[in-house]
Structures are given as C-alpha cells and as structure tokens.
C-alpha cells in the first residue's frame, strides 16, 4: 500500500453514499474538524466585507478608466454618451452577472453550505450516474481552478500596482518609484502570509466599511457635475453603444469585464459566512457605493476628460489624495489577501480530492482549521505577482491579463450550475436552457472579447491553468497507473485472514497501524513486514482513508470499524474535501478500543516508480510524475503522524 494511495478519493453517488464501507458506523466526534466558525448578524456582514469584497471592491482603481481608453483618451477624449454607454454597460454587468447570477441564483447552490467551483463540481458529479460525464464535469471543475490560481497570482499584482500609481496625481516626480514600491509591497505581503490572518483580519472589516462609504461620497458628489450621466441606469445606453460600435464595442467588454472581478469571491466563502450576510453586504452596501462611484468616474471624465488619466484618485480633492493613496494601498492588500487565502483553501480541496500531491500545510490558528498557509504555493504566488509587476510595469497593460482568467471561470461555473440547477433543483429543461443560456452566452462573450487580448497578455492566466491542468491531470493518471498494477499483484484480505488464522505467527506486544487505500486488500506494508521481521503486532489496524465529495464529512459516519481476526480490525476513516486530517487524532476517538496514538507504530510504503518496457504514459508526463511524486509532503506530516512512529517500506512499482 503506498503512502500516497492512503489518501485516494472514494467515489460515491446518490445509491452507494459509501461503497466500500463495512460493518457499523461508529459514532465519533470530527476532531477538530468541526467546520468554520462563522459570525453572526452585523459581524458577519463586517467580517465579509473584509474578505469577500476586497477583490470587486477595488475594481474601480481601474475598470472604468480602461474601458473608456478603448475609445479615447486625455487628448482625444471620448464623447459624453460614449462614457455614458460604457458606464451602462459596467453597470448592468454588476446587476447581471454578480446580482442576478451569483448573489440570487448560484449561490443557491450550496454543497452542505459550502460554496466555490469545487462544491458546484461535486454536487455536478453527485446526481450524475455517467462516469463519462462525471469525468468531463471533473474537468471543468479543475479547468475553473486552474483559472482561479491564475486570477490569484494577477490580482495582487494588479491591485497593489494601481493604488501605488496613484502617488502620481499628487506627486508626478514619484513615477520611477512606482515599481520597487509596489515591489516591496508585494514581497510584504507574502511574507507576512505565515504570521496567519487571524489577528489582521479583524481589522479588515472596518477598513472596508470606510473605503466603500469614501468612495461612495466621492462618487456621489462628482455626479452633480454631470447629472446626465445617471441616464447608464438604462439598458438601452449600453445597447446604443454596441449597436453604434460593432467591433469596438467587443473590444471594450474586455475591459468591463474588469467590474467583476472577484464575483466568484462571494461564492466560494460563502461557507466561512453564510449565504444572508454575502448578499445583505453586497444589496445594500457594496453594490450602491460601486454603482456611485463609477457613475462619479463618468461624471467626471465628461466634465474634464483629461481626468482619464486616474479618474479614481481625480474624484478626491487635492488635500484627500494622499489619505486616499493610504487608504487604496490597505484596501488592495485586503483584496490580495483575499485572493491568497482562497487560493490555499481551493489547493487544499484538490489535495484532499486527489488532483494534487501532498504539501505542506501550515496552521497558523489553533482554533480555526480554515486558517491555513501553504509555503510552497505562497512563494510561488509572490514570484508571479513580482514577475508580472516587473513584465507590465502598470495596471493598464496588465488588465489585458487579467479578465480571461476570470470570464473563464464564470464559464466554467455556468456550466456546472446548468447541471445542478437541471438535476438538484429540478429545474424544467426550458428554464435552464433560457436563465443559463442567457448567462452562458454573455460569459462566452466577454470571454471572447479577452480571447482578442492573448498577444497583449492575456496569454498569462491561460497558461497557468493550462500547466496547472497538465499538472493534475497527469498526476491523477499516474496514480491511476500505480493502483492498477498494485492491484492487480495484491493478496485479498479475506485469504489473507483466513491463512494468518492457521498460521503459526508470533504476535508482539503493541499496536500496529497499516495505511491502505484498498480495504478489501492486504497492505504492501504488512507483507513487508512479515517478510523481514517474521511477527505480527498483539493489535493491528488496516486503516483506510476516504475523502468523500462533500466539504465535512458527518460526525456519525466519520468512522466504520469491523473485527477481521482476534486483535484485527478494519477501520475506514472519512474526511470531507475541506477538512484536514488528523489520523492520530481521530483514532483516539474509537470507543471500542484504548488507543494511545503516541505509543502506535504506523506502517507505510512507499512507491519507488519507474518506466515498464511497454510504458503506459510519455516520457516529458512521466519526469513531471516523478517530480511530483518525490515532491510530495510525507505522510506523517500530512496525516499529523509523529514521524518517530512511523516505519516506511520501498515498493517498486513500473508504468
């Protein structure tokens, strides 16, 4: 059995919840798997603001001013019912996509009140019966998160680069300062990633109550220069601009797209708040403070167009500009924070689903397990974000990179919900395919008006998630690969049970836990062990770990023991894809037995891999396995395993 196999995703479906378990459920407490602690009331709705809106919250440093640059400039300024068409068109983007498609509909869609495009796919592939169509449904799901890692290294880089640059309306002699700050500022910021959020997240709730109320009044007052502007409140100003200007108008829904950024924010933390505080925030708070504030973006770019320049930073007065700078600068360190954490959290899904090896996670608070940091992706993080700050060197040219990531995760997530919608809610096949047929349309095209900026950097994001696909991709089959040849050699556990009985075994004082992702198999482990020590432990576990489709496994059917032999059980341990493990922990909890986790042995084997004479994978996929595979945390730190207690064994293993 290897280490890695310990930990293989056992698929269920709506009639086999658990195929694989035996005998009674036992009923155990999750051990400090007990989901997220979430806020009630004002606290929650604060608590959001910080974290779920930072990300579209700071959309208006730079969405308005580049779709406007798509038709003019400060020496070639655009006409006032241009401005008034494209402010149309960002406004009824946030009321369709993010209003109507996420707060009302999508996140209806909770997997026992978890949310993200990782729920969305497991739900997907709960009501689905085809393993084909479970497969593609996997792919779009991986697909959506690839996409996601890619908006997760751009909107740091972006974010601080923008606040950053408005030190220029005050200060034009800064502009060679402009990248090493935003540098610094980066490196800052990644850094302070293993301190953990816990302290300073409680602070960024208040932070974002006062940029959305600063620039909701600034907004607000920049409209009475040009009241005209409130006319984008109609549908047919952003009709009348794309009927005037054809291919220009395509091109410009690259740029708004930029207004919601961040949209699948409010659905993937919808299990760290709840459904009622994301969209009571986003109604009567966060919505009414963006629509003021571009509209007062517009108003102003009308009423002296050289203000295109930084529209955002010109709505402030001269003597607030610098309060705003400090106040933009937080605000964007709240919305990469933002991103960052989502990005550990939707990484350690895919290592507890099996899309990607083991690594290293840290927990920064001991009462919170959403708290999490991981060291390896962090830094790869802060290596792209500098990266492209250093490539782009303004906000401007790196918005070309930034909107297909994400319009290729609102198609991904149109998809699934189509699915969901269709088979849980029971949707009439008529109303999916108008409600989300409309949506995926209008996804399809703002994710094509961003396929025309792949040349100018919209290549970015596109090759993440194409190498982070790759990635996962080839270290699912490459598992899949193992397993099958190990099966296909295993000794059946009930052969195995029944030769031990007659045999003449020495047992040994003590307790023995062999990790096995095979209940019905013996472990390579105990085979090995047999083999060179010629005894058996007084006490022997075969523990299974199952990661099941659904965030938290229930605390009654978290484990299922049965007696094999004397002194022999089976035991199936289950943990939902957003808990992590504790092995030692969990079996502690077993009524049937005094178990002192300190005092057990723990037998693993390990996978020593290499190219059978007719090879079942490429050479270039084999050496990325191989990486990966070598890479991979070990096991005891991964199930939080004293390392002193575990015995490992190496299996050589050919595909």
Request: a positive charge.
């Amino acid at each position: 059995m290897s280490e890695q196999d310990s930990m293989s995703l056992k698929e269920s479906s709506s009639d086999a919840r658990y195929p694989n378990s035996i005998g009674t459920p036992t009923s155990a407490p999750p051990q400090g798997q007990d989901g997220h602690s979430r806020p009630k009331g004002m606290g929650a709705m604060l608590a959001a603001l910080g974290v779920v809106y930072g990300d579209i919250g700071t959309s208006p440093l730079y969405a308005l001013q580049s779709s406007i640059r798509n038709v003019g400039s400060e020496t070639h300024p655009a006409h006032a019912w241009e401005v008034i068409g494209l402010t149309s068109l960002t406004f009824w983007a946030l009321m369709l996509v993010v209003t109507i498609k996420y707060v009302i509909l999508i996140m209806r869609a909770d997997h026992n009140k978890e949310g993200g495009i990782i729920a969305l796919m497991a739900l997907a592939q709960r009501v689905c019966k085809s393993t084909y169509f479970r497969w593609v449904f996997g792919l779009i799901g991986i697909a959506g998160a690839c996409l996601f890692f890619g908006d997760g290294i751009i909107t740091p880089a972006i974010s601080v680069l923008s606040a950053v640059e408005g030190v220029e309306v005050s200060v034009p002699d800064a502009s060679p300062f402009i990248i090493p700050a935003a540098i610094i500022i980066l490196l800052g910021l990644f850094a302070a990633q293993a301190l953990g959020t816990g302290k300073i997240g409680r602070a960024f709730g208040p932070i974002m109550l006062v940029w959305f109320f600063t620039i909701a009044i600034l907004g607000a007052k920049a409209i009475l220069l040009h009241p005209g502007v409130l006319l984008a409140l109609s549908p047919l100003e952003a009709i009348r601009f794309i009927v005037t200007h054809g291919k220009l108008s395509f091109i410009a829904l690259g740029s708004v797209v930029l207004s919601v950024t961040g949209a699948e924010a409010l659905y993937a933390d919808m299990g760290h708040f709840g459904r009622s505080p994301i969209r009571f925030a986003w109604l009567f708070l966060v919505l009414p403070a963006l629509c003021l504030n571009y509209f007062g973006q517009a108003a102003s770019i009308i009423h002296d167009p050289t203000t295109l320049a930084n529209p955002f930073f010109y709505l402030a007065p001269h003597w607030l500009q610098i309060p705003m700078l400090l106040l933009a600068t937080m605000a964007t360190i709240i919305a990469s924070q933002a991103g960052i954490s989502g990005s550990f959290s939707l990484c350690r899904q895919l290592i507890q689903l099996g899309y990607l090896p083991r690594t290293r996670i840290i927990h920064t608070n001991p009462h919170e397990e959403a708290q999490i940091y991981l060291p390896s992706l962090n830094w790869m993080f802060a290596f792209g974000s500098v990266v492209l700050v250093i490539a782009f060197r303004s906000s401007a040219a790196l918005a070309s990179a930034y909107g297909i990531a994400v319009t290729g995760t609102f198609l991904c997530t149109c998809v699934l919900a189509m699915v969901v919608f269709r088979r849980v809610f029971q949707w009439k096949s008529y109303a999916v395919g108008a409600v989300f047929g409309f949506f995926f349309i209008m996804d399809g095209v703002f994710f094509s008006s961003n396929v025309m900026k792949i040349p100018d950097g919209g290549w970015v994001p596109l090759s993440i998630a194409i190498g982070s696909t790759l990635i996962m991709t080839t270290w699912q089959r490459g598992r899949q690969l193992i397993r099958n040849t190990k099966k296909r050699d295993a000794v059946p556990m009930g052969s195995f049970i029944t030769r031990l009985t007659q045999s003449r075994t020495i047992r040994v004082p003590g307790l023995a836990v062999f990790l096995t992702s095979d209940p019905e198999m013996v472990p390579d482990a105990l085979l090995y062990n047999l083999r060179h020590n010629k005894v058996l432990h007084q006490t022997v576990l075969f523990v299974t770990v199952q990661t099941l489709d659904q965030p938290e496994a229930d605390a009654s059917e978290r484990m299922t023991i049965k007696e094999l032999a004397p002194g022999i059980r089976r035991v199936i341990i289950r943990y939902g894809f957003m808990e992590m493990p504790n092995l030692p922990l969990t079996l502690a909890s077993m009524a049937e037995m005094d178990f002192d986790p300190i005092q057990a042995s723990y037998f693993t084997s390990h996978d020593l891999v290499f190219r059978s004479k007719v090879p079942k994978m490429s050479l270039w996929r084999m050496w990325v396995f191989l990486y990966l595979l070598n890479n991979a945390t070990s096991i005891s730190e991964f199930f939080r395993i004293p390392p002193e207690r575990v015995m490992e064994f190496g299996v050589r293993v050919a595909i």
